[in-house]
C-alpha cells in the first residue's frame, strides 16, 4: 500500500498536467467575438482542482491494459461535464458561490450569460471528445461511453441530485434521503469513471459487479469528506467557501451522523471499497490509494 501512495501524488501530478495539455489545445482562442467564450471556458478548466474522476478513469483503464492516451481522452471528457457542472452550480440561481479552486467563478469573472454558455459548451465537448474515432476505433465502444456518460449527468444522475440539492434548502432530509442525494450528484459521475475502464477494456457488464461496488463506496466516502470539510475546513485550503451548507440549512452527513460518526462511517466505506478490488492484483493498487486520499485529503 505504501508503494501506491507513492505513486499516487505523482500521478494527480500527471493527470493534471496532461488535462491541461489537452484542453489548452483544444480551447485555443479564436480571434472573432467568441474570444470571452474561449477564455470563460479556460479559466474554468485549466488549473486546478484534483483532478479525481480522469485520475479514476486512468486508473481503472489500467487494470484493463488500455492505451493511456485513449484512457485520457476519457478522463477528459468526464472532467469537461464535472466542470460545466461546477459553473453552473455556482451560478447566482444555484448555489450562488464567488470562489472556486482558489479564484474568482466564472460568473464573477466574467458574467453569468457567459457563464452559462462556457458550462453547456464544456457540456457539448465532452460528448464531441467520446465520438471522436482517436477515443476508440469501435464505434460500440464510444457509444457506450456517450450513453453511460449521458445518463450518470442527466435527471437520474448528476443533474438529478442537484435538483435535490436545491430542494434541501426547503425540505428537512434524513440519512437516506441525503444518501440518494449525493450518490445522484456526486456518485453517478464517479460511477461512470469506474464504468469507462471496463467499457473501455471491453468486459462485458456482468463483469463490472467490483468497480460498481467501489464506485459507490468512494463516491459517498469522497462526498462524507466533503461535508466534513465544509463544516471544519479552512477556505485557504478547500480553494472554496467554507460554512455554506450549514448557512443554507441543509442536512448533511455531519449535521445528521455528527463528525466523528461521518469520519468513522468514511473509514468503513473506503474499507469496503478496498475490498472490492481484491480479486486484482498490483495493477489497482493506485485505485487502493484513491481510495484512501478520498478521506484523508485537506481540499
Excluded: N
Excluded at 472532467?79 to 457542472?85: Q, T
Excluded at 458561490?97 to 465537448?125: F, M
Excluded at 434548502?169 to 469513471?193: N, P, S, W, Y
Excluded at 480479486?279 to 478521506?295: C, K, N, S, T
Amino acid at each position: 500500500m505504501a508503494e501506491a501512495f507513492d505513486r499516487l501524488h505523482p500521478a494527480m501530478t500527471d493527470i493534471g498536467d496532461d488535462v491541461d495539455r489537452l484542453l489548452a489545445g483544444l480551447l485555443a482562442v479564436p480571434e472573432d467575438a467568441r474570444d470571452r467564450l474561449y477564455r470563460a471556458m479556460r479559466h474554468a478548466a485549466i488549473g486546478g482542482g484534483k483532478r479525481l474522476r480522469p485520475l479514476l478513469v486512468a486508473a481503472a483503464c489500467e487494470l484493463y491494459h488500455v492505451d493511456r492516451d485513449r484512457a485520457l481522452r476519457v478522463g477528459l471528457a468526464v472532467e469537461c461535464v464535472h466542470v460545466y457542472s461546477l459553473i453552473h452550480d455556482d451560478l447566482p440561481c444555484m448555489d450562488d458561490d464567488d470562489l472556486r479552486r482558489g479564484k474568482p467563478t466564472v460568473h464573477k469573472a466574467w458574467d453569468e450569460a457567459t457563464a452559462i454558455l462556457a458550462g453547456d459548451s464544456l457540456h457539448a465537448l465532452a460528448f464531441e471528445i467520446l465520438a471522436d474515432e482517436a477515443t476508440h476505433e469501435d464505434p460500440f465502444v464510444r457509444v457506450e461511453l456517450i450513453a453511460e456518460l449521458a445518463r450518470a449527468a442527466g435527471p437520474g444522475g448528476m443533474a438529478g441530485g442537484q435538483m435535490m440539492d436545491l430542494a434541501a434548502e426547503a425540505m428537512a432530509f434524513d440519512l437516506a434521503a441525503v444518501t440518494r442525494l449525493q450518490q445522484l450528484k456526486t456518485g453517478a459521475l464517479i460511477g461512470f469513471c469506474l464504468e469507462a475502464g471496463a467499457i473501455m477494456g471491453r468486459v462485458p457488464p456482468e463483469g463490472r459487479t467490483p468497480l460498481r461496488g467501489y464506485a459507490r463506496d468512494v463516491g459517498l466516502a469522497f462526498q462524507i469528506a466533503d461535508d466534513l470539510l465544509d463544516a471544519e475546513g479552512e477556505e485557504a485550503k478547500t480553494g472554496k467557501r467554507v460554512g455554506k451548507d450549514r448557512g443554507a440549512g441543509k442536512e448533511t452527513f455531519v449535521s445528521l451522523l455528527g463528525p466523528e460518526r461521518a469520519r468513522r462511517q468514511a473509514e468503513m466505506l473506503v474499507g469496503q471499497a478496498v475490498e472490492h478490488l481484491q480479486g486484482f492484483g498490483p495493477e489497482a493498487d493506485l485505485l487502493r490509494a484513491i481510495a484512501r486520499f478520498a478521506v484523508e485529503r485537506d481540499h
